[in-house]
């Protein structure tokens, strides 16, 4: 069955520095996501992308986080200068071939950011 | 926006009783509801899903109720086994957004 791939499944940062969440979603998918869910709350919404652009964003999503599909497969989330309030688990999903079945998020593993 | 809220939080059950999981949403717009199950250091999986047109869905042991009226949905395990012990997760969308809109988790454990 094929799956959302997240890499790398931890990362140590510092405080201050850029990160790089890496995603590959389900080859044939044309929506892809972006979720957080801090130690023991809730999973909160990012982004969502679709047809090489941001279809929806939250409040969270501010100017120190950017996405980019910079080739044909992979789905990247960037943190500009990190704050200890981004540490958090971030899960990429993706959704919907051209058959439909939009709804249906299929969930990566997730990558533990740490901010030291 | 939407608010989705789970209870219980924590649910310890006896192997072969049933487990219900309960979330109510705000946004009557709302119109897609997917359970997640997530099992200790894996990615959420999709268990079972409701669309706002269907009261009842069941899949072998696994069931979900819609009360739209309400604005309530419940996840139903019967006959527990030891491998349903997750953390399990409602949600919310809406046809027109693309974001879910997910509950604080249910941690359920089925004690041999």
């Known amino acids: 069955e094929p799956e959302v791939t997240q890499t790398p499944s931890h990362q140590v940062t510092q405080m201050g520095q850029e990160v790089i969440l890496r995603c590959v979603p389900i080859?044939?998918?044309?929506?892809f996501y972006w979720y957080r869910q801090i130690l023991g709350q809730k999973v909160e919404f990012l982004v969502s992308f679709y047809n090489n652009e941001i279809s929806e964003k939250s409040e969270i999503f501010d100017d120190q986080f950017s996405v980019e599909r910079p080739d044909g497969s992979n789905f990247t989330l960037k943190i500009r200068s990190t704050k200890l309030e981004d540490s958090a688990m971030y899960f990429c999903?993706?959704?919907?071939?051209?058959?439909?079945?939009?709804?249906?998020?299929?969930f990566g593993a997730g990558t533990r950011l740490s901010v030291l | 926006g939407e608010n989705v809220e789970q209870h219980p939080s924590t649910l310890s059950v006896q192997e072969g009783d049933s487990a219900v999981i309960k979330c109510t949403y705000s946004d009557s717009a709302s119109n897609y509801f997917p359970w997640y199950k997530q099992e200790l250091g894996k990615r959420p999986q999709l268990i079972i899903d409701?669309?706002?047109?269907?009261g009842e869905k069941k899949d072998q042991r696994i069931a979900v109720t819609l009360n739209k009226t309400a604005k309530h949905f419940s996840l139903h395990i019967t006959e527990t086994q030891p491998e349903d012990s997750a953390v399990y997760f409602c949600?919310?969308?809406?046809?027109?957004?693309?974001?879910?809109?997910f509950g604080t988790g249910t941690s359920l454990t089925v004690i041999p």
């Open positions: 409701i669309r706002s047109n269907v």
């Open positions: 999903a993706s959704s919907g071939d051209r058959t439909g079945a939009k709804n249906i998020q299929y």
């Open positions: 080859s044939n998918h044309l929506y």
């Open positions: 949600a919310a969308n809406l046809d027109t957004g693309n974001q879910f809109y």
